[in-house]
Structure formats: structure tokens, C-alpha cells
């Protein structure tokens, strides 16, 4: 049962100092953006997140909603 406990705790250890590194390597010692909007590739694909993906459906239907409304 220690062994696991201490094998664990070396793993997460490991993993703490490979991000420590990471972090002061960095010129401003900040992680780069994980989000979709901030992307470059994604952008030129065309595929947003899905916040803004809701909010554009919802704006199309709402639309699609008064059309139907003046008719």
C-alpha cells in the first residue's frame, strides 16, 4: 500500500517539475491560450467554439423566427 502511495506521489512530482520547467522556459513564464477562438489553425478552418457557435444558431433561428412572423 506505501509503494503505490509513494510510486504516486513520485509520478506527480515528476509531472510538477516538468511543468515548472515548461513555466520558466518560457519567455513570460506563461502557458500559451488552450482556447479554440485563440487558434490560428482553427480559425482558418473555420471552426469556432461552441459558445459562439450556440450564440450563431440562436441569432438564425430568432431570424428565421420574425420571417415567419411578417409573412
Not at 509513494?6 to 516538468?18: D, E, V
Amino acid at each position: 500500500m506505501t509503494e503505490v502511495v509513494l510510486f504516486s506521489a513520485l509520478i506527480i512530482a515528476i509531472g510538477m517539475i516538468f511543468l515548472l520547467v515548461k513555466v520558466l522556459l518560457k519567455p513570460k513564464g506563461e502557458f500559451s491560450s488552450q482556447h479554440i477562438h485563440d487558434s490560428k489553425a482553427m480559425k482558418e478552418r473555420g471552426i469556432h467554439c461552441v459558445m459562439d457557435q450556440d450564440r450563431e444558431m440562436r441569432r438564425k433561428s430568432r431570424l428565421a423566427v420574425d420571417e415567419k412572423v411578417e409573412r
